[in-house]
């Protein structure tokens, strides 16, 4: 089984910016596409930025601009910089990979708590 550990995150105040890690280890490892989902409190899990193993990207239309997602193939990690932070982005972030092995699965980080102070 592939495991995925997020770190990086922290408190900032709005404006600043934080970039966040995730590094995925197994005994096997095909990771396709990776990237980010988040989950403020009290709201749904939304999908963030993603990245393929190619280095095609997708970001939700609310942080196309200011955030960067980006990954390291040869050391199995994904990364999200996140620049111009404003309060909205105050959520727990989750990095994932989608693993191809007999069938494809989703693994999950247990999450890294970013809070944007106003």
């Known amino acids: 089984q592939v495991q995925l550990v997020e770190s990086g995150g922290g408190l900032v105040q709005a404006g600043g910016s934080l970039t966040l890690s995730c590094v995925a280890s197994?005994?096997?490892?095909?990771?396709?596409?990776m990237g980010w989902f988040r989950q403020a409190l009290g709201k749904q899990r939304e999908l963030v930025a993603r990245i393929t193993r190619g280095g095609n990207t997708n970001y939700a239309d609310s942080v196309k601009g200011r955030f960067t997602v980006s990954r390291d193939n040869a050391k199995n990690m994904v990364y999200l910089q996140m620049n111009s932070l404003n309060a909205e982005d105050t959520a727990v972030y989750y990095c994932?990979?989608?693993?191809?092995?007999?069938?494809?699965?989703?693994?999950w980080g247990q999450g890294t708590q970013v809070t944007v102070s106003s």
């Open positions: 197994g005994s096997k490892i095909k990771i396709n596409t």
């Open positions: 994932y990979g989608r693993v191809g092995e007999k069938v494809e699965y989703d693994a």
